[in-house]
């Protein structure tokens, strides 16, 4: 069978690289993919951009089943346009994917079906948006209402980021925010697959968002990532799923608008224990996707095919003991405009321990260079949180590009912990 990826970052290369692991994949076409996509073997790259592309890249291939990596195709209706001819594909519909594009959505459903979240409003009138803020408590939470690559969240310390916020994400008639209380705690990534009923949770994550150490510094994409997650304890993981993804199945289901693919809940865990919901992202997460996609142990192909036959409830899946931990490497002046076309070297070799994962990478006059703002992840396993950062950063060494940036304290919180 042949497979397709769609995207062009980390979590796809790290999709590909796993998805062609399966037996009886005869190539994996990633679209558009990167460098490292296309020196991975039975991979390939191929150029698309619209809906209408990825279709007939789909029937010219004769792919056998797409899977979606990032959000805006789905935002799309891939998915919708996939299914109404018939081919198999692993993602939600445009209308289930509303949990991620549209924070006003995902905020109403939560309050709909009791899933716990923080307190919140919704505007389109900067007046009006400006006028709440003055009287709200600070530390408080701007969110863009629709996509915004990991950019459109706001946590401001101080009520004049908060308005600047305001300012700068209310631009037009069209524009929607919302406003939400901050909430202190640590964050965890939790993902699941879901097959419109039934749910297999993956392995445990937790993000770095932050830019530099310490969590300081502008919002990003993720700046690093490790599995498991200590703060998810088995208590916990059983709380957040009866509180929290199972009421969203569930919800999704009632509505109407069943939901098929990778879900993530971002989870604020409170000083009191109590899990609440920040975000929902409706694909892998990314760096999350790198650590666990470095974990498991189970044929990926076999786990999408169970959700698309509805039988997830039928399968497990198998993960490694072992801690990964990733560091993403970033290129100058990210997350502002990153620079472009710095050449990078990698090392000549790599031990199976340690995966080097592209994402915004091309080769120009044969060479490879920076072609975005989140450039590399730099992924190892370890027996120990310990372990696997000494392995990721010593890999870091051997990688260079100008104007590289990264954290050095990803894995903090569980080092601290240990």
Known sequence: ?????????????????????????????????????????????????????????????KVGLTVVGPEAPLAAGLVDALRAKGHAVFGPTRAAAQLESSKSFAKAFMQRHKIPTAAYATFTDAVRAHAYLDVSPVPIVVKYDGLAAGKGVVVAMTREEAHEAVTRFLRSPTDRIVIEEFIAGEEASFIVMSDGKNVLPLATSQDHKRLRDGDEGPNTGGMGAYSPAPVVSPTLHARIMREIIDPTINGMAEDGIPYTGFLYAGVMIDETGVPKVIEFNCRLGDPEAQPILMRLKSDLVKLIQAALQGKLDQIEAEWDRRTALAVVLAAQNYPDVPR???????????????????????????????????????????????????????????????????????????????
């Open 340 to 418: 472009m076309g710095d050449p990078i070297t990698l090392p000549a070799a790599q031990s199976d321990d340690v995966k080097i994962f592209h994402a915004s990478t091309t080769i120009h006059n044969d060479k490879l260079v920076c072609a975005g703002g989140r450039v590399l992840t730099v992924c190892a396993l370890g027996d120990t949180v310990k372990q696997a950062h000494a392995k990721a950063y010593a890999a870091i060494e051997s990688v260079s590009f100008a104007g590289m940036q990264f954290r050095r304290d990803i894995g903090h919180r569980a080092l601290a912990k240990r």
């Open 1 to 61: 069978m042949k497979l397709l990826v769609i995207g062009a970052g980390g979590r796809e290369h790290a999709l590909a690289w796993k998805l062609a692991q399966s037996p009886g994949i005869q190539h994996v076409v990633v679209s558009p993919g990167n460098a490292g996509t296309a020196s991975e073997r039975e991979c390939i790259n191929a150029a698309a951009a619209t809906v209408e592309d990825w279709v007939n890249l789909v029937e010219s291939e």
